[in-house]
């Protein structure tokens, strides 16, 4: 059993960064595709980026150019690092583990987080 523990949310200024962090216990870290996703209220959770075993990255387009994804495995953390933050970035985030090497839908994600808030004041 994997879990997942995100941290590094806050409130940041338009414009501004931020990096959250993703901490791995329970799994191989390096044998899990991993992803950021964040959910709107009231919205089901999107997709926004991913690292896979191979470490080959992907992101959505709103985030593309602005937030970058890596892993350290002897840390057993992945990292999102957010800059140019809008305030559409605004949500909750959420970490997520996989097996499939393009796992993308939440279904393909076995293993969650708890989430952590992001709020990017205009």
């Keep these: 059993q994997v879990q997942l523990v995100e941290s590094g949310g806050g409130l940041v200024p338009s414009g501004g960064s931020l990096?959250?962090?993703?901490?791995?216990?329970?799994?191989?870290?390096?044998?899990?595709?991993?992803?950021?996703?964040?959910?709107?209220?009231?919205?089901?959770?999107?997709?926004?980026?991913?690292?896979?075993?191979?470490?080959?990255?992907?992101y959505s387009d709103s985030v593309k150019g602005r937030f970058t994804v890596s892993g350290d495995d002897a840390k057993s953390t992945m990292y999102l690092q957010m800059g140019s933050l809008r305030p559409e970035d605004t949500a909750v985030y959420y970490c997520a583990a996989g097996r499939s090497v393009r796992a993308y839908f939440m279904r393909d994600y076995e293993y969650w987080g708890q989430g952590t808030q992001v709020t990017v004041s205009s």
Excluded: D, H
């Design 19 to 58: 990096r959250l962090s993703c901490a791995a216990s329970g799994g191989t870290f390096g044998s899990y595709t991993m992803a950021w996703f964040r959910q709107y209220p009231g919205k089901e959770r999107e997709f926004v980026a991913r690292i896979n075993t191979n470490n080959n990255v992907y």
